[in-house]
């Protein structure tokens, strides 16, 4: 069963906030329709996991009455997972495989990188560019227990997911809106994780996830300080890498966060590093998002490290809106994986193409390039995702059987009814009594 929605709006979950923004497609240009914002408390979502379905559908529900300049029309929905939940990596096939044996091939490796078996993720993948010696191949895949929980809470919420993918997709789409450009690293310095990804053209090429992020910071200020945590959340805000706020404290506050700055820094180092050494090519631009990079001081920082290339990020370039529409949006960065699911949903062929990790049974999606607006090429033919212990894939196994069952059955009819040859009185009552129609059970 393909997807039959043609317009969808985009939902980020994370531990703190859920954000939302709608957006439409008119002659080229995206408009905003609908954004939203609302904050969790602790222990709704923890470490990317649905601990409290109610609260969260609850919270969304608030969030949607809420929305400015008003809630969305569609029930369709573009959510995210957490990078830190999610294994993402690139596979270099030899091209001597054939397109239709690709999905084999790259479970075959994914079985040797995957600390997982297949029946504890949901997986899919996406031909990301091909030359004629290889073919280079995105593989993602995400814990069962993180989709299904996202899926419930937002199901309860009275909404219909229809795709779900990783939170750098989503956010490399925001920095990227077409399928050719230069290699970009993008760096999302949350309140958990650090992610680091790299796009160049038409796919993600480098993905990792550091344990540092804003949480870190806090934890280690209010250590150093003796101070609690919402009081030094307050002054990563207000004094960064560049205030002083107390005579006698900016030591110890500095010592604090320094170290975990620069653990943070390096891993952009390290990524683009590793990235020019297996490429040949050096990154050009260097994005910053997340909560983190609003802390004072900390794109100038990285700028001095790594030169004018460093931007932060700013999701709503390019939109179309009125100023007042948008009046309530201090912080466009918090808004940016919540804007790039939007712009995938803009239309039937963004939520088609790319990677989807949401399993419904009987349904396939199309895998193709990573990001919605792809490069048309006539020789690149669709495939189907592969979603491992999906209902999907059983419910192709149950179709295969009940074919065969029923050539079977076919070919005993024919086997019993022919003429004999030879006999005078040929017997056509066939006596189906003892026999009966196998019944097929599935597994949902």
Sequence with gaps: MALKSSHAFGIDISDRTVEMFELKKKFKKFQVVS?????????IVENGEVREPNELAEAIRRMLKQAEPKPPKTADVV???????????????????????????????AEET????????????????????????LYVACYRGIVDGYRSAVRQAGLNPIVLEPESLALTRTVVRSGEHDAILMADVGARTT????????????????????????????????????RAEQLLRTVGLVREFKKGSE????????????????????????????????????????????????????????GENVL?????????????????????????????????????????????????????????????????SKAEQPQFSRMGGSEGSKKRFVTMVVIFSVLVALFLIVLFLRPQFGDENVNYNVDYSAGGSPSFGTDN
């Design 251 to 306: 030591g110890a506050f500095q010592s604090a966060i320094e170290p975990l700055v620069e653990e943070i820094v390096g891993s952009i180092g390290r990524a683009a590093a590793s990235y020019a050494g297996r490429t040949g090519t050096r990154v050009k631009q260097i994005i910053l998002t997340g909560g983190v990079s609003l802390m004072p001081g900390f794109v100038a920082h990285v700028r001095m490290r790594f």
């Design 195 to 230: 992610n680091v990804t790299i796009y160049d053209n038409g796919g993600i090429r480098y993905s990792s996830t550091l344990k540092e992020g804003g949480r870190t910071l806090i934890r280690a200020i209010s250590e150093a300080l003796g101070v609690d945590p919402a």
């Design 312 to 376: 932060l990020s700013n999701p709503l370039e390019g939109l179309q809106y009125s100023s007042e529409s948008l009046q309530k949006i201090k912080e466009p960065v918090l808004y940016g994986t919540a804007v790039g699911l939007a712009l995938r949903g803009v239309d039937s062929d963004s939520i088609r193409n790319g990677i989807n990790l949401y399993a419904r049974s009987g349904d396939q999606g199309r895998v193709g390039k990573s990001m919605p607006e792809q490069r048309e």
């Design 35 to 43: 954004y939203g914002r609302a904050e969790l408390r602790d222990g």
């Design 114 to 137: 995957i600390p997982l078996s297949f029946d504890q993720v949901y997986y899919d993948y996406g031909i990301v560019d091909q030359t004629a010696e290889y073919r280079e191949v």
């Design 79 to 109: 959510l995210s997972v957490p990078e830190s939940r999610t294994f993402i990596h690139t596979f270099r096939l030899p091209s001597v495989i054939s397109e239709k044996n690709v999905g084999e091939s790259v479970q075959f490796r």
